[in-house]
């Protein structure tokens, strides 16, 4: 059974700092791009950044780009996203997902609440 | 960015109803069309990929069509747990854009 499991959501003042993780099990994890998606309380949802199998390739929304980086460890079958820099805005449930190829994204984490406020 | 619009926004609808939901894209993504369903508290669940391939486990009911800027989700016979909100995705170009949801509620 596919499983994507967050985890590191917390309250963070803003500027500051958080790293979310992804553990994930059930599929050939270094075969597969992953992504992380948020969603703001009562919005809807907005993709962050997807890094590619071989976590050669990152890519970024434009909101987060320079502030939040996307690894991948392989090895230990785990998704990472680094926060830094946190805003108010930032302030979203956080999910990440197993991608299928371009072709969307098949499985979900539950999902990791991460607050910004001060 | 290639920007996602869906409508209606919101739609309500009856069990046993035909519905359809549109989203145009602000370029052509060809067929990189994916439909999602979410319901309150939960991850959204992929319903089509590729704008008209059923993902496994989704019900026959639910269908997808169009490519270029516009695509349909249709969903052929309202069923009680359809009533949802559905987003429409890009996956031919980063950002993977959402489209803003359409909240289907029970008339």
């Known amino acids: 059974e596919v499983q994507l499991l967050e985890s590191g959501g917390g309250l963070v003042q803003p500027g500051g700092s958080l790293r979310l993780s992804c553990a994930a099990s059930?599929?050939?994890?270094?075969?597969?791009?992953v992504t992380w998606v948020r969603q703001a309380q009562g919005k809807g949802l907005e993709w962050v950044s997807a890094?590619?199998?071989?976590?050669?390739?990152?890519y970024y929304a434009d909101s987060v780009k320079g502030r939040f980086t996307i690894s991948r460890d392989n090895a230990r079958n785990t998704l990472y996203l680094q926060m830094n820099s946190v805003r108010v805005d930032d302030t979203a449930v956080y999910y990440c997902?197993?991608?299928?190829?371009?072709?969307?994204?098949?499985?979900w984490g539950q999902g990791t609440l991460v607050t910004v406020s001060s | 960015d290639i920007q996602m619009t869906q409508s209606p926004s919101s739609l309500s609808a009856s069990v046993g109803d035909r519905v359809t939901i549109t989203c145009r894209a602000s370029?052509?993504?060809?067929?990189?069309l994916n439909w999602y369903q979410q319901k309150p508290g939960k991850a959204p669940k992929l319903l089509i990929y590729?704008?008209?391939s059923l993902q496994s486990g989704v019900p026959s009911r639910f269908s997808g069509s169009g490519s270029a800027t516009d695509f349909t989700l249709t969903i052929s016979s309202l069923q009680p747990e359809d009533f949802a909100t559905y987003y429409c995705?890009?996956?031919?170009?980063?950002?993977?854009?959402f489209g803003q949801g359409t909240k289907l509620e029970i008339k």
């Open positions: 997902a197993k991608a299928r190829h371009q072709s969307g994204y098949d499985y």
């Open positions: 890094i590619s199998a071989s976590g050669g390739s990152a």
């Open positions: 995705q890009q996956s031919s170009d980063t950002p993977y854009t």
């Open positions: 370029q052509s993504i060809s067929k990189f």
């Open positions: 059930g599929f050939t994890f270094n075969i597969y791009a």
């Open positions: 590729a704008a008209s």
